[in-house]
């Protein structure tokens, strides 16, 4: 996923306003939707985008134009019921992927049941982890240790297959650090600089937070 995908959010409490806002001060495309007007009307400032509607029907779905979005985020865990249907009916729509905000265990399984592609515990996922995810094409996962430093696993790109970290030398060129290689189930953490990568490895980088655009071109 990245910065050239569409995305949506329904709900703008703390979780889903930190996700819509994350994304749209990176430029991504985003739909941010509250049944509260209030609350619509003070996003608008930081989220352009905002919408009062009650998604959970299925005429507002289509008039929002939800069929053409590429990611949409349910972050609605207090309101189960509405979060079911958003759920379904983004799915029913086409919406290739759905992530819904859940509020305890039972939640996270009703809402995978009823379609949702993944579901997230907001004490384990802050919603600008998440947006950061989102944006990080070719990011497998990302978790920040520091305001300043994240440690990211991502896929090797394919210009890098065939070479060697020697040959890369991806620290000057996107200032990060490999700390382990993932291959084949294994993880291996004592890095061999000079055997050529392939292109099923995932690296594991450490890398200060600023520096991610680099890895993004």
């Not at 495309?29 to 029907?57: G, Q």
Request: hydrophobic share 45%; net charge negative.
């Amino acid at each position: 996923m990245s910065i050239n995908k569409s995305y949506a959010v329904f709900g703008l409490g703390r979780y889903g306003y930190a996700v819509a806002k994350e994304l749209a001060d990176s430029g991504a495309e985003v739909l941010a939707v509250d049944t509260d007007e209030v609350i619509v009307n003070s996003a608008i400032a930081d989220i352009p985008f905002c919408k009062c509607a009650d998604i959970t029907d299925a005429k507002v779905i289509e008039q929002l134009g939800v069929s053409n979005i590429d990611v949409v985020i349910v972050a609605m865990a207090s309101n189960l019921e509405a979060s079911v249907m958003a759920v379904m009916l983004c799915k029913e729509a086409g919406v290739k992927t759905v992530i819904a905000k859940c509020a305890n265990e039972m939640h996270y399984k009703i809402l995978s049941k009823v379609g949702a592609d993944k579901v997230v515990f907001p004490e384990s996922e802050s919603g600008t982890r998440l947006a950061k995810n989102l944006l990080s094409s070719g990011f497998v996962d990302m978790m920040e240790l520091s305001d300043d430093v994240s440690i990211i696993e991502l896929d090797i790109k394919p210009e890098w297959a065939g070479k060697t970290l020697i040959e890369l030398d991806l620290r000057k060129k996107y200032s990060i650090n490999v700390v382990a290689i993932r291959h084949n189930g294994n993880v291996e953490v004592t890095v061999d600089p000079t055997k050529p990568l392939e292109n099923d490895m995932k690296l594991v980088v450490i890398v200060n937070t600023s520096k991610l655009g680099k890895l993004l071109k």
